[in-house]
Protein backbone atom coordinates (compact mmCIF):
# COMPACT_ATOMS: atom_id res chain seq x y z
CA UNK A 1 0.00 0.00 0.00
CA UNK A 2 1.54 3.67 -0.93
CA UNK A 3 1.83 6.25 0.99
CA UNK A 4 -0.65 8.74 -1.09
CA UNK A 5 -3.04 6.12 -0.17
CA UNK A 6 -2.85 5.82 3.40
CA UNK A 7 -3.08 9.43 3.39
CA UNK A 8 -6.51 9.57 1.54
CA UNK A 9 -8.01 8.04 4.02
CA UNK A 10 -8.44 10.95 6.67
CA UNK A 11 -11.38 9.14 8.59
CA UNK A 12 -11.40 6.44 11.27
CA UNK A 13 -10.35 3.18 9.83
CA UNK A 14 -10.15 -0.61 10.94
CA UNK A 15 -7.64 -2.73 9.49
CA UNK A 16 -6.52 -5.86 10.03
CA UNK A 17 -3.05 -7.42 9.90
CA UNK A 18 -3.07 -11.19 9.31
CA UNK A 19 0.51 -11.50 8.20
CA UNK A 20 -0.31 -13.54 5.57
CA UNK A 21 -1.59 -16.93 7.42
CA UNK A 22 -4.43 -19.04 6.84
CA UNK A 23 -7.66 -17.48 8.42
CA UNK A 24 -8.04 -20.47 10.85
CA UNK A 25 -4.94 -19.70 12.80
CA UNK A 26 -5.31 -15.92 13.03
CA UNK A 27 -8.79 -16.90 14.90
CA UNK A 28 -6.22 -17.56 18.05
CA UNK A 29 -6.06 -14.13 19.63
CA UNK A 30 -7.26 -10.62 18.46
CA UNK A 31 -6.87 -7.60 19.45
CA UNK A 32 -8.29 -4.16 18.67
CA UNK A 33 -6.29 -1.56 18.94
CA UNK A 34 -7.84 1.84 19.16
CA UNK A 35 -5.24 4.26 18.50
CA UNK A 36 -4.95 8.38 17.50
CA UNK A 37 -5.28 9.90 13.67
CA UNK A 38 -1.91 10.35 12.39
CA UNK A 39 -0.80 6.49 13.65
CA UNK A 40 -1.85 4.23 10.73
CA UNK A 41 1.40 3.45 9.12
CA UNK A 42 3.74 3.19 12.42
CA UNK A 43 0.97 -0.09 13.77
CA UNK A 44 0.96 -0.80 10.05
CA UNK A 45 4.17 -1.91 10.20
CA UNK A 46 4.57 -2.78 14.22
CA UNK A 47 1.65 -5.05 14.02
CA UNK A 48 3.31 -7.60 11.38
CA UNK A 49 6.67 -7.47 13.24
CA UNK A 50 4.95 -8.01 16.43
CA UNK A 51 2.43 -10.71 15.36
CA UNK A 52 5.91 -12.79 13.75
CA UNK A 53 7.92 -12.34 17.28
CA UNK A 54 4.71 -13.34 19.08
CA UNK A 55 4.20 -16.28 16.82
CA UNK A 56 7.79 -17.42 17.04
CA UNK A 57 7.86 -16.90 21.01
CA UNK A 58 4.50 -18.32 21.59
CA UNK A 59 3.14 -20.30 18.85
CA UNK A 60 0.17 -18.33 19.16
CA UNK A 61 -0.82 -16.34 15.97
CA UNK A 62 -2.24 -12.93 16.56
CA UNK A 63 -4.12 -10.44 15.04
CA UNK A 64 -4.10 -6.83 15.19
CA UNK A 65 -6.93 -4.67 14.17
CA UNK A 66 -6.50 -0.88 14.23
CA UNK A 67 -9.01 1.91 14.51
CA UNK A 68 -8.13 5.47 14.09
CA UNK A 69 -9.31 8.83 14.89
CA UNK A 70 -9.01 11.78 16.45
CA UNK A 71 -7.61 11.23 20.28
CA UNK A 72 -10.22 12.26 22.00
CA UNK A 73 -13.09 10.85 19.96
CA UNK A 74 -11.36 7.56 20.42
CA UNK A 75 -11.44 7.61 23.92
CA UNK A 76 -15.16 8.34 24.03
CA UNK A 77 -15.67 6.07 21.52
CA UNK A 78 -14.18 3.53 23.87
CA UNK A 79 -16.14 4.78 27.04
CA UNK A 80 -19.26 4.18 24.80
CA UNK A 81 -18.11 0.39 24.02
CA UNK A 82 -15.95 -0.08 21.56
CA UNK A 83 -14.06 -3.25 22.85
CA UNK A 84 -10.18 -1.74 22.24
CA UNK A 85 -7.49 -4.36 23.88
CA UNK A 86 -5.10 -1.57 23.96
CA UNK A 87 -5.45 2.04 23.58
CA UNK A 88 -2.70 4.01 22.47
CA UNK A 89 -3.29 7.75 22.13
CA UNK A 90 -2.31 11.35 22.06
CA UNK A 91 -2.32 12.47 25.44
CA UNK A 92 -2.67 11.51 29.26
CA UNK A 93 -5.92 12.90 29.54
CA UNK A 94 -7.73 10.70 27.08
CA UNK A 95 -5.90 7.61 28.56
CA UNK A 96 -7.36 9.04 32.41
CA UNK A 97 -11.25 9.40 30.66
CA UNK A 98 -11.21 5.39 30.20
CA UNK A 99 -9.69 4.85 33.53
CA UNK A 100 -12.33 7.32 35.22
CA UNK A 101 -14.58 5.39 33.17
CA UNK A 102 -13.54 2.22 35.27
CA UNK A 103 -11.80 0.23 31.88
CA UNK A 104 -8.35 0.73 32.92
CA UNK A 105 -6.84 0.53 36.83
CA UNK A 106 -5.41 3.19 38.29
CA UNK A 107 -1.61 2.48 38.24
CA UNK A 108 -1.23 2.19 34.27
CA UNK A 109 1.51 4.34 33.79
CA UNK A 110 3.83 2.93 35.88
CA UNK A 111 3.15 -0.24 34.31
CA UNK A 112 5.70 0.37 31.16
CA UNK A 113 8.83 2.57 30.92
CA UNK A 114 8.46 6.52 30.55
CA UNK A 115 4.92 7.17 32.00
CA UNK A 116 3.91 4.33 29.24
CA UNK A 117 4.83 6.61 26.51
CA UNK A 118 7.47 4.65 23.96
CA UNK A 119 8.16 7.62 21.99
CA UNK A 120 7.67 11.06 22.20
CA UNK A 121 7.03 14.09 19.35
CA UNK A 122 6.46 17.73 19.05
CA UNK A 123 4.94 20.31 17.11
CA UNK A 124 6.20 22.03 13.75
CA UNK A 125 5.13 23.91 10.62
CA UNK A 126 4.69 22.83 7.12
CA UNK A 127 5.04 24.98 4.80
CA UNK A 128 4.59 26.01 0.53
CA UNK A 129 8.07 25.12 -0.73
CA UNK A 130 10.20 28.57 -0.42
CA UNK A 131 8.03 29.67 2.07
CA UNK A 132 6.76 32.03 0.51
CA UNK A 133 5.38 33.86 3.80
CA UNK A 134 8.14 34.02 5.76
CA UNK A 135 7.00 31.19 8.42
CA UNK A 136 9.46 31.46 10.98
CA UNK A 137 7.94 31.35 14.13
CA UNK A 138 4.86 31.47 16.11
CA UNK A 139 4.82 34.95 15.84
CA UNK A 140 4.21 34.76 12.07
CA UNK A 141 1.38 32.82 12.29
CA UNK A 142 -1.17 35.39 13.26
CA UNK A 143 0.22 37.61 9.97
CA UNK A 144 -2.91 39.18 8.86
CA UNK A 145 -1.78 37.10 5.25
CA UNK A 146 -1.39 33.97 6.59
CA UNK A 147 -3.72 30.91 6.62
CA UNK A 148 -3.06 28.45 9.48
CA UNK A 149 -4.16 24.33 9.23
CA UNK A 150 -5.11 22.83 12.47
CA UNK A 151 -6.87 20.49 14.15
CA UNK A 152 -9.59 20.97 16.39
CA UNK A 153 -8.51 21.03 20.02
CA UNK A 154 -12.23 19.90 21.13
CA UNK A 155 -11.58 16.46 19.51
CA UNK A 156 -7.87 15.94 18.18
CA UNK A 157 -5.30 15.39 20.68
CA UNK A 158 -2.64 17.26 18.27
CA UNK A 159 -5.09 20.13 18.17
CA UNK A 160 -4.75 19.99 21.97
CA UNK A 161 -0.65 19.82 21.47
CA UNK A 162 -0.77 22.75 18.84
CA UNK A 163 -2.98 24.79 20.92
CA UNK A 164 -0.62 24.41 24.29
CA UNK A 165 2.02 25.03 22.42
CA UNK A 166 0.90 27.89 20.87
CA UNK A 167 -0.20 29.09 24.51
CA UNK A 168 3.53 28.01 25.88
CA UNK A 169 5.56 29.55 23.20
CA UNK A 170 3.83 32.74 23.64
CA UNK A 171 3.50 33.17 26.97
CA UNK A 172 6.93 32.40 27.30
CA UNK A 173 6.87 29.16 28.92
CA UNK A 174 10.56 27.93 30.50
CA UNK A 175 11.82 25.82 27.96
CA UNK A 176 14.58 22.75 27.89
CA UNK A 177 17.27 20.84 26.20
CA UNK A 178 14.73 17.58 25.79
CA UNK A 179 14.98 16.94 22.62
CA UNK A 180 17.48 14.54 22.95
CA UNK A 181 17.04 13.14 25.92
CA UNK A 182 15.18 9.61 24.72
CA UNK A 183 14.20 8.89 28.47
CA UNK A 184 13.01 12.28 29.28
CA UNK A 185 15.29 11.87 32.71
CA UNK A 186 15.58 15.70 32.28
CA UNK A 187 11.70 16.81 32.43
CA UNK A 188 11.01 14.54 34.90
CA UNK A 189 13.40 16.25 37.04
CA UNK A 190 12.45 19.60 35.75
CA UNK A 191 8.64 18.92 36.71
CA UNK A 192 9.24 17.42 40.28
CA UNK A 193 12.08 20.19 40.63
CA UNK A 194 9.36 22.90 40.05
CA UNK A 195 8.23 24.69 43.79
CA UNK A 196 5.82 26.50 41.61
CA UNK A 197 4.62 26.94 38.04
CA UNK A 198 6.33 29.86 36.18
CA UNK A 199 4.42 32.73 35.77
CA UNK A 200 3.08 33.21 32.11
CA UNK A 201 2.60 36.01 29.96
CA UNK A 202 -1.38 35.28 29.51
CA UNK A 203 -3.05 37.85 29.35
CA UNK A 204 -0.93 37.84 25.49
CA UNK A 205 -1.16 34.27 24.99
CA UNK A 206 -4.98 34.76 25.32
CA UNK A 207 -5.07 38.12 22.75
CA UNK A 208 -2.87 35.47 20.26
CA UNK A 209 -4.99 32.42 21.03
CA UNK A 210 -8.28 34.61 20.16
CA UNK A 211 -7.04 36.29 17.25
CA UNK A 212 -5.40 32.48 15.48
CA UNK A 213 -8.82 30.64 15.93
CA UNK A 214 -11.00 33.05 14.82
CA UNK A 215 -9.08 34.68 11.95
CA UNK A 216 -6.23 32.34 10.80
CA UNK A 217 -7.42 29.06 11.09
CA UNK A 218 -9.95 28.58 7.92
CA UNK A 219 -10.81 24.62 8.61
CA UNK A 220 -10.86 23.02 11.89
CA UNK A 221 -10.59 19.57 11.31
CA UNK A 222 -11.64 16.81 13.79
CA UNK A 223 -7.97 14.99 13.82
CA UNK A 224 -4.25 15.41 12.98
CA UNK A 225 -4.56 13.68 9.77
CA UNK A 226 -7.31 15.62 8.15
CA UNK A 227 -5.67 18.76 8.71
CA UNK A 228 -2.74 16.95 6.53
CA UNK A 229 -5.20 15.84 3.91
CA UNK A 230 -7.00 19.83 4.18
CA UNK A 231 -3.18 21.56 3.48
CA UNK A 232 -1.26 18.60 1.34
CA UNK A 233 -4.15 17.53 -0.91
CA UNK A 234 -6.91 19.95 -0.91
CA UNK A 235 -4.03 23.34 -1.03
CA UNK A 236 -5.95 25.16 2.29
CA UNK A 237 -3.65 27.45 4.45
CA UNK A 238 -0.43 28.43 4.19
CA UNK A 239 1.27 26.58 6.92
CA UNK A 240 0.02 23.56 8.48
CA UNK A 241 0.36 23.24 12.49
CA UNK A 242 0.66 19.76 13.16
CA UNK A 243 2.74 16.72 14.71
CA UNK A 244 6.61 16.69 13.73
CA UNK A 245 5.73 12.97 11.70
CA UNK A 246 2.40 14.15 10.02
CA UNK A 247 4.99 16.80 8.31
CA UNK A 248 7.43 14.45 7.51
CA UNK A 249 4.55 12.27 6.22
CA UNK A 250 3.37 14.98 3.77
CA UNK A 251 6.43 16.04 2.89
CA UNK A 252 7.48 12.48 1.67
CA UNK A 253 3.98 11.77 0.27
CA UNK A 254 3.79 14.83 -1.76
CA UNK A 255 7.87 15.82 -2.59
CA UNK A 256 10.43 18.01 -0.96
CA UNK A 257 9.58 20.12 -4.01
CA UNK A 258 6.21 21.17 -2.54
CA UNK A 259 6.73 21.76 0.71
CA UNK A 260 9.39 22.20 3.74
CA UNK A 261 9.46 21.99 7.22
CA UNK A 262 9.83 24.62 9.64
CA UNK A 263 10.95 23.92 13.35
CA UNK A 264 10.15 26.75 15.93
CA UNK A 265 12.33 27.58 17.95
CA UNK A 266 10.46 26.58 20.82
CA UNK A 267 7.62 23.61 21.43
CA UNK A 268 6.51 21.75 23.70
CA UNK A 269 7.32 18.34 24.49
CA UNK A 270 4.52 15.53 23.21
CA UNK A 271 3.85 12.04 24.95
CA UNK A 272 2.30 9.28 23.37
CA UNK A 273 0.19 6.76 26.29
CA UNK A 274 -0.11 3.42 25.87
CA UNK A 275 -2.23 1.32 27.92
CA UNK A 276 -3.90 -2.34 28.03
CA UNK A 277 -8.09 -1.70 28.18
CA UNK A 278 -8.20 -3.82 31.62
CA UNK A 279 -11.73 -4.19 31.35
CA UNK A 280 -12.09 -5.81 27.72
CA UNK A 281 -8.70 -7.84 27.85
CA UNK A 282 -9.68 -9.69 31.12
CA UNK A 283 -13.06 -10.05 29.51
CA UNK A 284 -12.34 -11.34 26.52
CA UNK A 285 -9.05 -13.54 28.06
CA UNK A 286 -6.68 -11.24 25.61
CA UNK A 287 -4.38 -9.52 28.60
CA UNK A 288 -1.00 -11.94 27.92
CA UNK A 289 -0.88 -11.16 24.09
CA UNK A 290 -1.82 -6.94 24.74
CA UNK A 291 0.55 -6.89 27.41
CA UNK A 292 3.42 -8.50 25.42
CA UNK A 293 2.19 -5.78 22.44
CA UNK A 294 2.38 -2.74 24.37
CA UNK A 295 5.66 -3.94 25.29
CA UNK A 296 7.04 -5.30 22.29
CA UNK A 297 6.90 -1.18 21.63
CA UNK A 298 9.99 -0.76 23.74
CA UNK A 299 12.49 -3.37 22.14
CA UNK A 300 15.13 -1.88 19.50
CA UNK A 301 12.78 -3.35 16.58
CA UNK A 302 10.12 -1.31 16.99
CA UNK A 303 11.83 1.83 18.27
CA UNK A 304 13.72 1.69 15.24
CA UNK A 305 10.66 1.50 13.00
CA UNK A 306 9.38 4.48 15.24
CA UNK A 307 12.31 6.84 14.29
CA UNK A 308 11.98 5.58 10.74
CA UNK A 309 8.58 6.89 10.57
CA UNK A 310 9.77 10.30 12.54
CA UNK A 311 8.46 9.88 16.13
CA UNK A 312 11.21 10.38 18.54
CA UNK A 313 12.13 6.92 19.71
CA UNK A 314 12.44 6.61 23.62
CA UNK A 315 15.87 4.47 23.11
CA UNK A 316 18.88 6.68 22.44
CA UNK A 317 20.73 4.55 19.99
CA UNK A 318 17.14 4.47 17.95
CA UNK A 319 16.67 8.25 18.44
CA UNK A 320 20.62 9.53 17.78
CA UNK A 321 20.62 7.17 14.09
CA UNK A 322 17.32 9.92 13.09
CA UNK A 323 18.36 12.78 14.40
CA UNK A 324 19.19 14.25 11.05
CA UNK A 325 15.42 14.57 10.49
CA UNK A 326 14.34 15.21 13.79
CA UNK A 327 16.77 17.91 15.28
CA UNK A 328 16.96 18.90 18.38
CA UNK A 329 14.32 21.61 19.65
CA UNK A 330 13.75 23.99 22.82
CA UNK A 331 10.39 22.34 24.32
CA UNK A 332 8.33 22.98 27.67
CA UNK A 333 6.42 20.28 29.38
CA UNK A 334 3.13 20.09 30.07
CA UNK A 335 3.58 19.09 33.85
CA UNK A 336 5.63 21.99 34.75
CA UNK A 337 3.89 24.48 32.25
CA UNK A 338 0.34 23.45 32.73
CA UNK A 339 0.21 21.64 35.78
CA UNK A 340 -0.50 18.37 33.73
CA UNK A 341 -2.94 17.16 31.56
CA UNK A 342 -5.80 16.52 33.88
CA UNK A 343 -5.46 20.58 35.10
CA UNK A 344 -5.07 21.61 31.36
CA UNK A 345 -8.05 19.92 30.12
CA UNK A 346 -10.15 21.55 32.94
CA UNK A 347 -8.68 24.76 32.23
CA UNK A 348 -8.74 25.03 28.47
CA UNK A 349 -10.38 22.15 26.72
CA UNK A 350 -13.57 21.33 29.11
CA UNK A 351 -16.75 22.45 28.13
CA UNK A 352 -16.83 25.88 29.00
CA UNK A 353 -13.32 26.56 28.94
CA UNK A 354 -10.68 28.86 27.72
CA UNK A 355 -11.05 27.15 24.16
CA UNK A 356 -15.04 27.34 24.56
CA UNK A 357 -14.94 30.75 25.46
CA UNK A 358 -12.25 32.34 23.20
CA UNK A 359 -13.16 30.58 20.18
CA UNK A 360 -16.28 31.94 18.09
CA UNK A 361 -16.58 29.69 14.87
CA UNK A 362 -18.56 31.33 12.09
CA UNK A 363 -22.48 30.78 11.61
Same mark, same amino acid.
Given at each position: ? #? ?9 ? $??? +? ?49 ? +????? +? ?5 ? $? ?9 ? /?????? &? ?5 ? =?????? @? ?14 ? *????? !? ?7 ? +??? &? ?13 ? !?? !? ?14 ? %? ?30 ? %???? #? ?9 ? #??? @??? #? ?19 ? =? /???? *? ?13 ? =? ?14 ? !?? @? ?17 ? $? ?25 ? &? $? ?12 ? *? ?8 ? =? ?5
Amino acid at each position: M #TRRRLIAGAGA $IVA +SAHVGVPAWAAQDVKLLNVSYDPTRELYSVINEAFAADYKAKTGTMVTIEQ +SHGGS +SKQARSV $IDGLKADVVTL /ALDWDV &TAIERAG =LIKPGW @RDRLPDNASPYTSTVA *FLVRK !GNPKGIKDW +SDL &TKSDVQVVTANPKTS !GG !GRWAFLALWGAVAKAK %THDLSTVAGNDEAKAAAKAATAFPVLDDATAR %TVIT #TFYNSQVPVLD #TGA @RGS #TVSFAQKQIGDVLVNWENELW =L /ALEE *FGADKFEIVYPSVSI =LGEAPVAVVDAVADAK !GT @RAAAEAYLQYLYTKDAQDT $IGQLHYRPRDIEALARYSKDLPPIKLF &T $IDETFGGWTKAHAT *FFADGGVFDA =LYKPLK
